[in-house]
């Protein structure tokens, strides 16, 4: 796995370093740029292009195809089917073709939802509904969290059907409008997905150490998702990073935020046991934190939740004096420190 691992990476990045000027182009050409406000919670003071998210896209996409028409390994690992049952009743069937064609669908709409808003606008109840409908895709090809092990008792609880929909769609839709609602300054959503994208991958491969067959196919997948989408990141943060050439827009930072959401449900929390739930959030923390505190504010100040303020963490700092980019690498550093708590509690629960 290790060569498809590599090659993964070197694509997603090449090809999103290369081809996002070319979308910088197209942002420009047709006047999808975001302005300057001074009552916003913009901080850029020059139009700037967006629809960096299309690079990413892209990039991925030419990482997974390459993958796919050159590497017989990989398509050996995308043939790969199973059946889960459950006290000798079927679940449902496993099949990692299905789940990587239901991201990609999904992720797609995504897109296209993220372009029109970029461009025009779209209302938040339309963008939520689009995201749940997303979601809902995703989950009918087989990304779905299906239950949890109980703690104290090693028994693996399945949950309910509806149970199942409705934590699934809440966790996706959750960490779309996270990495949204956090990109705020140049580079920072980019920078926080790519070391999270980064530690998921490395947690994939520790977990995928197991007999289970189902599992390690499982969060093989994962990781190379979880390793292409640091990739495509990095090579998006080339262009990003302060003073940003580009920005993500809502094309970038929801899709960033669904391939995380995804990743975490395909991989990580495939260790199955209650603490997992909280290591994708744990690498998260703090944008998690950030938004909770904005939702908590903009309530108690009765001011619609979606709506953009300049509470948040990074403005904060620079009405205290900080820099972009003083601010930005500040959350980097936060951001590796928490996910190597990630992993080491990863480490550890897997040695018990």
Request: hydrophobic letters at 55%; charged letters at 15%; proline letters at 3%.
């Amino acid at each position: 796995m290790v060569k498809i691992y590599l090659i993964i990476f070197l694509f997603c990045f090449s090809g999103t370093l290369l081809i996002t000027p070319f979308f910088r182009y197209l942002a420009k050409k047709f006047k999808i740029l975001d302005y300057p406000r001074p009552r916003s919670r913009k901080v850029h003071t020059q139009p700037v292009p967006r629809w960096g998210g299309l690079g990413i896209y892209f990039g991925l996409l030419l990482g997974i195809a390459i993958l796919y028409f050159f590497s017989s390994e990989f398509k050996f690992l995308l043939v790969y089917k199973d059946t889960l049952y459950s006290g000798g009743k079927l679940i449902r069937y496993l099949e990692l073709d299905k789940q990587l064609s239901g991201v990609l669908i999904a992720t797609s709409l995504i897109v296209i939802l993220g372009m029109i808003d970029d461009k025009r606008g779209v209302s938040p109840i339309v963008k939520l509904l689009t995201q749940i409908i997303a979601a809902y895709i995703a989950m009918d090809y087989g990304v779905r969290i299906l239950g949890l092990t109980l703690p104290f008792v090693s028994k693996f609880y399945y949950f309910p059907v509806l149970i199942s929909q409705i934590v699934t769609v809440i966790w996706l839709v959750g960490f779309m409008n996270t990495i949204n609602l956090v990109d705020g300054l140049d580079g920072l959503a980019t920078g926080i997905v790519a070391i999270a994208a980064y530690t998921f991958f490395i947690i994939s491969i520790l977990q995928a150490e197991t007999k289970i067959v189902f599992l390690a196919k499982q969060l093989n997948l994962a990781a190379l998702l979880s390793i292409g989408l640091c990739a495509a990141s990095l090579g998006f943060l080339c262009h990003n990073f302060y003073p940003a050439k580009i920005f993500l827009g809502d094309t970038g930072s929801m899709l960033l935020g669904f391939l995380l959401g995804t990743i975490a449900v395909i991989g990580t929390l495939k260790a199955t046991a209650v603490i997992a739930i909280f290591i994708p959030i744990l690498v998260i923390g703090l944008p998690v934190a950030d938004v909770v505190f904005a939702v908590i504010r903009r309530f108690y100040k009765g001011q619609p939740i979606f709506e953009a303020d300049k509470g948040h963490f990074h403005h904060r700092l620079l009405r205290l004096g900080w820099t972009q980019k003083e601010i930005v690498f500040l959350v980097y550093i936060v951001t590796l420190i928490l996910s190597q708590g990630a992993i080491l509690l990863t480490v550890f629960r897997g040695s018990k």
